[in-house]
């Protein structure tokens, strides 16, 4: 009997499956990857098991059992735990009283601290799970903090643990840890199910795998059986074809210059001394984990956050001193990572969000009122050019779909007259279709001698796309490399985890000497 | 059901509660509930005068609503209405008292003018410390009225009184100032014809110019507007202008078309009715223009109420707080009714 069985799932959303007809079986004492592009339905899957949403249809088992989980406190109930990819903690706590919030212990409210902190270094030790039960949370690096989560369910005696995308935020190193503990977990007798769309760890990881892909669950099997290749056929229903970075020369000359931009906020250290020369025609690809002063670097690119110090320049002429729509005038343009905050006006139709831009602009205004034939023609045109499924350029875009959202800003910002493009995660959160989309249209601007800052924690598009390649951590660049096709993706990787590329060739130099 | 004939069925609902709640209320006073109901909408529809006494009222509420719903465009939650209302009456009143010799067509303009600026500059104030300094402007605005309504207090016993008069209260205006009435014997007057204008104004303002454009984007997103290189500091400043603005003319046309003097009272809390006839109008200029006319009617209603069936017309003011509640409860109250296919959203 398994631990648990999800029978034919049914979800549905705005009229759309979410969910079709889903099977999931998790066996006591394995790890169960459930493998799917964005949006295949993995995650809508593991809110209905954990209460948050109720299904339309299907049955959930529990140890043979029929349940019914009306909220995250009924699974959590069954020892059934969630971490989410976005934490569920209170920074201003510390570990310890995170751990047991909700929870009474003897003496409450005037908790044991004491015995408690006991408790839980005890679980830290058995599975391997640093950390300091005193410690606040909002002191805490992204990994602990995934640490303190799933301490948070083991305190808990939580026999299944679900982790939604757990390694996106972690440099490879980190990752290994987590898989050293994912192991551990799995010995002491707990189940595991991984949400992820990243192949290889299925097949380093886990013991079976489901894949989902467009709502529907399309193989159960063992890794074993199976190659990578194989498993990415049955996750995007055909081949992966990589996006071809053409082999353009860097042009000389100067295209966006970054120099020694410091911040902080509120007092914390957010970029320190970074400095980056991007040429006209070439793609540098900034590496590093999350929040590593990734967002702050592109908002004090684009003038949206001032630095404490250093400059800007945008061919040679300095910007630093020039507002948001100044820089966009002179050719600068911004994709941010979050699109529903920092780039469009949900309930605003698309014709307003392509206005947004230009709203002081000649061209659309007529004498002192917006000229809307203007407007339309040019919504219409950007719909035609950039393939927007969308019912009309007067809907909401809270209509559209995240990739039709992606091409709308894609299509207001990357015009031709742009210089320098700064692109902070351009395809969080896109399904492959239209990532390869978003990249195309990132080497087309290349090709129209565009700067180009890519920002991605993701290493995958990094490579794929970048002449050259810095990696960020903590603030600071660690380095820059080449792109070539034998890059070495390991010192990469420590330098995402905060290694100086200087201080990694000069251990090579002391080994060899 | 289409969803157009729920939502109106919900409404309907909302009548039905407060009617029903009224007529509690009226019996629970000892009164005849149907003479009340007779004198109520007698007082409101009974004879030209009591006719053009809602569009009395609905003026100042009018201007000032438009006031709100162009500050709440922007994000900017103009409280405050009423205190500006009161600095445009003092604005109006000190121009028509110093410079009593401009001829009926620059003194009306004048005072206008003067109305609008010191109304906005008293929005403007609050606006500038929610934008620059982000302190909150709900708490700034309602400041701002005691401040507004205690110098006027100050002004009629000193810079603007009467010195022939035993009350706190201003010198007769010059018959320069006066807004003409429209309709002989009865109050109202051409104030109703500038609210009517102001509406049509703002509209044109917040749908069709590019300014209007920001400041809807900044009130619903300043973060991305921030981000595409707009300026919430001058959205808001605007705005908050503007809104003011319109509150001080609607202190302009209490002064001018209906006491021709600067009284404490001025005004029976309009700058807070303007808040609810902005969210009954949804921000809209047409809808607050509705709006605007419907609470005068439940004003001028309930007045007469009172004096048919001796009702107090306290009531009115219940019912209206009750009417308010309902409406701006009505999506969830009526849930069921409105999205019966959907049995939750997507988060």
Wanted: charged share 20%; with cysteine; aromatic share 6%.
């Amino acid at each position: 009997m398994p631990l648990l069985e999800m029978r034919n799932i049914d979800k549905v959303f705005f009229g759309q499956y979410a969910n079709r007809d889903v099977d999931l079986a998790v066996e006591s004492g394995e790890i169960h990857a459930l493998l799917g592009e964005n949006g295949a339905g993995k995650t809508t899957l593991m809110n209905i098991l954990y209460g948050i949403y109720t299904r339309d249809g299907g049955q959930v088992l529990w140890q043979g059992r029929p349940v019914e989980f009306a909220s995250p406190r009924d699974a959590i109930a069954c020892r059934i735990g969630m971490v989410h990819q976005h934490f569920m903690l209170v920074p201003t706590l510390t570990v310890s009283q995170n751990i047991t919030l909700g929870l009474k212990s003897p003496g409450y409210p005037f908790s044991k601290r004491k015995a408690l902190n006991e408790g839980i270094m005890d679980i830290s030790r058995r599975y391997g799970l640093k950390i300091d039960p005193e410690a606040y949370v909002s002191r805490l690096s992204v990994g602990e903090q995934q640490r303190v989560e799933i301490i948070k369910l083991l305190y808990r005696n939580t026999e299944l643990l679900i982790l939604d995308e757990p390694t996106a935020v972690l440099t490879p190193q980190e990752t290994q840890n987590l898989f050293a503990v994912l192991r551990r977990l799995k010995d002491n007798g707990c189940s595991v199910i991984l949400i992820t769309h990243r192949i290889p760890e299925v097949m380093e990881i886990a013991d079976r795998v489901t894949v989902l892909r467009d709502a529907r669950k399309i193989i159960t099997a063992p890794t074993g059986g199976l190659t990578e290749k194989q498993l990415s056929e049955y996750m995007i229903g055909r081949e992966l074809r990589p996006v071809r970075r053409e082999g353009v020369a860097r042009t000389e000359g100067s295209g966006l210059t970054l120099s020694d931009l410091c911040l902080k906020v509120n007092g914390v250290e957010k970029l320190d001394r970074v400095s980056l020369d991007i040429a006209p025609g070439e793609i540098l690809g900034l590496a590093g984990v999350d929040g590593n002063g990734q967002k702050e670097l592109a908002e004090a690119a684009m003038g949206i956050r001032k630095p404490d110090s250093g400059r800007v320049l945008l061919a040679g002429e300095d910007l630093s001193a020039w507002a948001v729509d100044r820089r966009i005038k002179g050719g600068l343009a911004y994709i941010s990572d979050d699109r529903h905050h920092d780039s469009l006006v949900m309930p605003m139709s698309l014709m307003e969000n392509l206005l947004l831009k230009y709203s002081a602009y000649q061209r659309f205004v007529k004498n002192g009122f917006i000229n809307m034939k203007v407007l339309r023609r040019t919504t219409e045109q950007a719909i035609r050019d950039y393939e927007i499924k969308t019912l009309s350029a007067e809907s909401p875009v809270s209509y559209l779909s995240g990739g039709n959202q992606q091409k709308l800003i894609l299509a207001r910002e990357l015009t031709e007259d742009r210089r320098a493009i700064v692109a902070l995660q351009p395809t969080r959160g896109l399904d492959i279709g239209a990532s390869e989309f978003v990249q195309n249209q990132l080497l087309a601007c290349k090709r129209r001698n565009c700067a180009i800052l890519l920002i991605s924690a993701d290493l995958e598009e990094v490579l794929s796309l970048s002449d050259r390649i810095a990696v960020i951590h903590d603030g600071a660049i660690m380095g820059v490399k080449d792109n070539t096709p034998d890059i070495d993706v390991a010192e990469l990787g420590l330098m995402m985890a905060g290694r100086r590329l200087e201080e990694l060739k000069g251990g090579e130099a002391g080994h060899g000497a | 059901m289409g969803h157009k004939v729920r939502s109106a069925v919900s409404f309907l609902l909302v009548a039905l509660i407060s009617v029903a709640l009224a007529m509690l209320l009226i019996s629970l006073t000892g009164s005849e509930v149907g003479r009340a109901f007779a004198g109520f909408f007698r007082g409101i529809v009974g004879s030209s005068y009591s006719i053009a006494e809602v569009f009395v009222k609905a003026t100042p509420l009018t201007l000032a609503g438009l006031g709100v719903a162009v500050a709440f465009r922007s994000g900017f939650i103009n409280i405050g209405t009423e205190g500006q209302l009161y600095m445009g009456a003092i604005a109006a009143t000190a121009i028509a008292m110093y410079l009593p010799n401009l001829p009926a067509l620059l003194m009306i303009p004048a005072c206008m003018l003067g109305a609008f600026l010191l109304g906005g500059l008293w929005a403007l104030i609050p606006g500038l410390l929610k934008s620059r300094f982000g302190i909150s402007d709900v708490l700034n605005t309602i400041m701002f009225n005691y401040i507004a309504i205690a110098i006027v207090g100050i002004l009629v016993q000193t810079a603007l009184k009467d010195p022939n008069n035993y009350f706190p209260q201003s010198p007769p205006l010059p018959a320069a100032s006066a807004l003409a009435v429209i309709i002989k014997s009865t109050r109202l007057h051409s104030g109703i014809f500038i609210a009517l204008a102001a509406a049509a104004l703002v509209y044109l303002f917040i749908f069709k110019t590019p300014a209007g454009f920001r400041m809807r984007a900044v009130g619903l997103n300043p973060r991305a507007c921030k981000c595409v290189g707009i300026s919430a500091l001058s959205c808001v400043l605007i705005s908050s202008l503007i809104s003011g603005g319109l509150a001080g003319v609607a202190g302009f046309c209490e002064v001018m078309g209906l006491h021709h003097k600067l009284l404490p009272g001025i005004s029976p809390s309009y700058g807070y009715l303007a808040i609810i006839v902005t969210l009954l109008g949804k921000n809209n200029p047409l809808g607050v223009v509705l709006a605007a006319i419907g609470i005068a009617a439940l004003q001028v209603g309930s007045l007469a109420m009172q004096r048919a069936a001796s009702v107090p017309s306290a009531i009115a003011e219940i019912i209206m707080g009750v009417v308010v509640i309902l409406i701006l409860a009505r999506q969830t109250l009526f849930k069921g009714l409105l999205q019966p296919a959907r049995k939750e959203e997507k988060a």
